[in-house]
């Protein structure tokens, strides 16, 4: 069964999920970082490569001719990974496929609309059996 993590409170979403990203990378498993909104996968690939200049993490968006070699995905297609390792969810709604991934974080913002979205996503889950970890990073 997926395991669940609740990434709560980010003040700026897309530093958790660099970070994050950046975790999965040095454990050399894979990830898709799901979104289906293009300008926050614009945003998120700018963050991935100008954030950290010391570190790089290979990443490439889904439909990519090389994306089963890369270990970092930024879309919504799960086939485009080699392995279905980890799940990074950006957006508003529950990923169908979560269920293929060893593991699901979610990452849910400070914006009402954002927790909303996140506490609905958790009940989601809850109902359904999947523990659930929680990290609380007000003030981080």
Known sequence: MTKVDF?????????????????????GRQALLYTADDRLANALDAAIWTRDKLSFIPHLRCGHQQAKETPLLIGTDPDA?????????????????????????????????????????YRFYKDRGYAIENHDLAGK
């Open 81 to 121: 990974l080699a392995s279905p390792d980890v799940l990074i969810n950006l957006d508003a709604e529950c990923p169908s496929c979560f269920s293929r991934f060893e593991r699901l974080l979610e990452v849910v913002g400070t914006d009402p609309a954002d927790v909303q979205a996140g506490r609905q996503r």
């Open 7 to 27: 990434y709560f409170n980010a003040a700026d979403k897309l530093e958790v999920a660099r970070k994050l990203a950046g975790k999965v990378y040095q454990s």
